[in-house]
């Protein structure tokens, strides 16, 4: 075999030992649908009122924040697979297997692949999960079967980038807490700080550059478009750009972290 | 360098941590189908020296040679040739033993009924069969181990390396994994391990070398480094100082402590020659007050090679 059929086969071996993980310590698996489903029912049930409120001038949670809310949920459980992927990354690392694999003839960048493929398939299933819930909340979403399918597109693509994100941290965090934390930069602020809640040109001048100018927000902006139908503008592009940007810049990361001498 | 006899062949290993000099030039040879043991204390730069030789780390200087194969030009070819198990175990915690093996089979590209197969021979031969359905977390120390090691022989490698193998183990496991070496070199693999223990250099090697702060100071085969160690001895002490006098002039080749009231007396330790010294001390109705066999441990090469002892040397 080739040696890049040897990757492949390498890379799928590595993806099936991850899936087993997620299959046997299903508690990271269920946390990360958990954690965005208590942010749909806290934003919706309980602060959805005053946010529309704000806006409309007082109205319980509409089925038109619902529709708003659900897209940037689903972005928010993408950026949770962060947590997911350091976390598994930071086991191997702090249980030892690491230093198995790298004296043995495996392809190098297999182990790494292994977990941000099977990321991809946790955010699929935990996406799939929090769209079935909102659909039960009154979620209306106005896709079609191409809308849909451009919209797991881009949901695979995003997952990726996160993924490769968040393998140099679980590489770098010493202990798995610390994977936790870092991994959380990626799953909890930049979602927070991003048009998922609340419109921008609700927020400080500042803040709002920022909102409307971080990577997170062109690829949420896209989503809602392709799920509801609002306006997309360039943001497609953006999204598109930065997430293959930012899959590259964690790739090469990553791969930069692993090969380098282990620390003593 | 020769290379088709020669399993591993190092020269001039040099590596630094930062400022701290860790290995400062080491040469080894080791024949294929021996078994090396690098001996020395905590801190010498023994798992280091297992780190670079099994492509872990790289070194800052030198020239490996592992079953042919150049260290820095090859490593994918010295990887498919050697079989590694560290210090700490490094088995997969979520995966049952059975599993453990499985993946290791994947990843040496074995095909699936070959994979099944060695697991199978391996979990059998090693003794876990019974708890090849389960987590790795509910093992022994010595299941862990030998799993750690079963993993490490999925490929059928033609080195093993085995950095302290039975520390950290009770004797009974202890002595289980010198069986399990033992079989290994007589299925003709060459093995390269390290120890602090003197009778496991003893028990499994065909030639030792001494570590100490990343210098070999000595290398040979059992018989030649037991030349280099003082002998064992028995100790005796005494009530008084002249029941002290007329041991010593009984004995004769003795070294005296005043002081301590006590006499060294060389011994190799048997129980004969304990018997034979005490029907002397008998014979000449000279009581003994308290008496310690001392037998040549690590402690006593180390201060025969390099003259202090190896307690007072500082562990990283």
Known sequence: MSSFSYALRDSATMLRRNLRHAMRNPFVTVGTIMTPVFMLVLFFYVLGGSIVGGLNGGAKGSTEYLNYLVPGIILMTAALGAEFTALGVNSDRTENIISRFRTMAISRGSLLTGHALANVIQTLISVTCIIVISLLMGFRPNAGLVEWLEFAGLLVLFALAIAWLAVPLGLIAKTPSGANSLSLIIGMLLPFFSSAFVKPETMPDWLRWFVENQPFTSVLETLRSLLTGTPVGNNWIYAIGWSVGLIIVGYIWARWVYNREPSH | ?316
Not at chain 2, 258 to 276: F, I, M, N, Y
């Open chain 2, 1 to 316: 360098m020769k290379t088709n006899q020669t399993a591993i062949a190092a020269r001039g290993l040099r590596k630094s941590f930062g400022s701290h000099l860790v290995l400062n030039g080491i040469d080894l040879d080791v024949t294929e189908g021996t078994v090396y043991a690098l001996l020395g204390p905590n801190g010498s730069g023994k798992t280091t020296t297992v780190q670079i030789l099994s492509t872990f780390l790289s070194s800052d200087s030198g020239e490996v040679r592992i079953a042919g194969h150049d260290l820095l030009k090859e490593p994918e070819a010295v990887r498919s040739a050697i079989g590694v198990t560290g210090q700490f175990s490094a088995v997969d915690n979520l995966l049952t033993g059975e599993e453990n093996l499985l993946l290791m089979a994947d990843l040496n590209h074995l095909s699936r009924q070959e994979g099944r197969r060695r697991a199978a021979e391996l979990l059998e031969r090693f003794d876990l069969g019974d708890v090849a359905g389960k987590l790795p977390i509910t093992y022994s120390g010595g299941m862990r181990r030998r799993l750690d090691l079963a993993m490490s022989l999925v490929g059928s490698p033609r080195i093993i390396f085995l950095d302290e193998p039975t520390t950290g183990l009770d004797p009974r496991s202890r002595k289980t994994m010198w069986e399990i070496i033992r079989d290994l070199l007589a299925g003709g693999v060459t093995i390269f391990l390290t120890t602090q223990y003197l009778d496991e250099a003893d028990e499994l090697a065909d030639k030792i070398g001494v570590l100490d702060q990343g210098k070999l100071v000595a290398e040979g085969t059992v018989a030649e480094l037991k030349r280099l160690i003082p002998g064992g001895h028995i100790r005796l002490e005494f009530a008084d100082f002249a029941r002290l006098e007329t041991a010593a002039h009984t004995l004769g080749d003795v070294s005296r402590d005043d002081e301590a009231l006590a006499l060294t007396v060389p011994s190799d330790g048997s129980v004969r020659s304990l018997r034979a010294l005490l029907d002397r001390l008998d014979s000449e109705a000279i009581s003994v007050e308290g008496l310690s066999v001392h037998i040549p441990d690590l402690d006593d090469v180390f201060f025969a090679l390099t003259g202090q002892p190896k307690n007072q040397k500082v562990g990283k």
